[in-house]
């Protein structure tokens, strides 16, 4: 898309079909018509689609994240677990807030969804939206 804006002003509308730049420009207003046209989700549906890396712990976590209804997990689990966790959840920037609380042995890490999920989603509605409208104008895509 930046690319596209950038060349919407610099270059002639027969340079920019020269470059093959129309094609792109349609083949990314089908992408966004596809993201625009995906149904909302459901304000109870917590669910999020994830896969780990195979080992028990992922298969725990991945099983938490597929639930709907399920916000919180409470996961007694000792430290190299933990870590394992969090840098899954970290390096995805899923939307879950990790805490550990430090009671009893081993502590139990607090794993919550987060509001995120919702609003991450609605965000990426909006801008393809927003891309759409003007991509449809500039690039009649
Ligand atoms: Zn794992």
């Known amino acids: 898309m930046p690319m596209l ?7 002639p509308t027969d340079a ?3 470059a093959g730049l129309d094609t792109l420009a349609r083949d990314c207003a089908d992408r966004l018509r596809a993201i625009a046209a995906r149904q909302p989700r459901a304000a109870d549906d917590w669910s999020i689609a994830w896969t780990g890396c195979g080992c028990e712990l ?5 099983t938490f994240l597929g ?12 430290k190299d677990g933990r870590r394992h966790v969090h840098t ?13 609380r ?23 509605r909006g801008q ?3 891309d759409l409208t003007w991509l449809t ?5």
């Open 16 to 18: 920019r079909r020269t």
């Open 5 to 11: 804006r950038r060349s919407a002003q610099a270059l």
């Open 102 to 124: 430090r009671q009893g042995r081993p502590y139990t890490l607090v794993l919550t969804k987060t509001e995120q999920l919702f609003i991450r989603e609605q965000s990426a």
């Open 88 to 100: 899954k959840i970290d390096s995805a920037g899923l939307p879950v807030h990790h805490q550990t």
């Open 58 to 62: 992922c298969a725990t976590l991945e």
């Open 128 to 130: 393809a939206e927003a």
């Open 137 to 141: 104008s500039a690039w009649n895509a």
């Open 67 to 78: 639930s709907r209804s399920r916000q919180v997990l409470e996961w007694p689990l000792a």
